[in-house]
């Protein structure tokens, strides 16, 4: 029985200077260099468990132009400096952080091939130790699905869609407006005012209707007076 003792005392004290030794000699803490082999198995046994359960979760809304552009809204506000933009070279953030942040858009594939319940797992929950913060507290779960779902379709977006990713704020949805412009009579003369989203992204731009349509009757006085002289 004191052999039986014996043993299991030295085993857990060969068991803990292992360890001791391990953190202070062999764990590395730069971020320069790859993890070690009981590292990575470590880290992608522990993520492969916490995420057991929601992998196949289903994303609730459906994959439209609406969703993807508010997903594209949260991406650019939230993710770009780390999982960086369409065909541009990872930041100086992203490129000294470890472990390396995966760059979600084109040209790579992303996470494309991934359920996108694990997607919105990984955004929601975020990931300890590896710079990958949790938007539990920051993002409504309706965000959380569309930046999930345009992560999903990354390979496979509109235009409109890549254009939001580009320019951002930038980007003027209002060109595409569906109303028809009214039409305002000066001195004999039809003006066309900007619908409502076009105004808007006029104002966006810095620039006012009202300047809009004054510079626009002016242009069509001169044409009147041009005819008229002739």
């Not at 594939?109 to 990931?127: A, S, Y």
């Not at 000066?186 to 300047?211: H, I």
Request: net charge positive.
């Amino acid at each position: 029985m004191r052999n039986l003792l014996l043993g299991v005392v030295i085993g857990v004290v060969v068991v803990l200077l292992g360890a001791y030794l391990f953190l202070t000699r062999g764990m590395p803490v730069a971020t320069k260099g790859g993890p070690p082999p009981l590292e990575r198995f470590l880290a992608s046994t522990a993520l492969h468990h916490a995420m057991k359960g929601e992998v196949d979760t289903p994303a609730p809304t459906a994959p439209d132009e609406a969703n993807l552009l508010a997903g594209a809204k949260v991406y650019r506000a939230q993710c770009e400096v780390c999982h960086g933009l369409p065909h541009q070279p990872p930041s100086a953030i992203a490129s000294g952080m470890f472990p390396r942040p995966p760059q979600l858009l084109m040209p790579g594939k992303g996470v494309t091939d991934d359920p996108v319940g694990e997607t919105h797992w990984k955004v929601k929950n975020g990931i300890r130790l590896s710079g990958m913060p949790g938007f539990a507290d920051a993002l409504s779960d309706a965000e959380m699905w569309q930046v999930s779902l345009l992560l999903l379709k990354a390979d496979q977006l509109r235009s409109s869609v890549r254009r939001r990713l580009v320019n951002g704020a930038k980007t003027c949805d209002c060109l595409e407006s569906e109303a028809p412009a009214p039409r305002v009579v000066a001195s004999g003369c039809q003006a066309v005012l900007p619908a409502g989203s076009v105004a808007e992204g006029l104002r966006s731009r810095g620039l006012r209707v009202s300047t809009l349509l004054q510079v626009r009757l002016s242009s069509c006085r001169r044409i009147q007076n041009t005819t008229t002289a002739k």
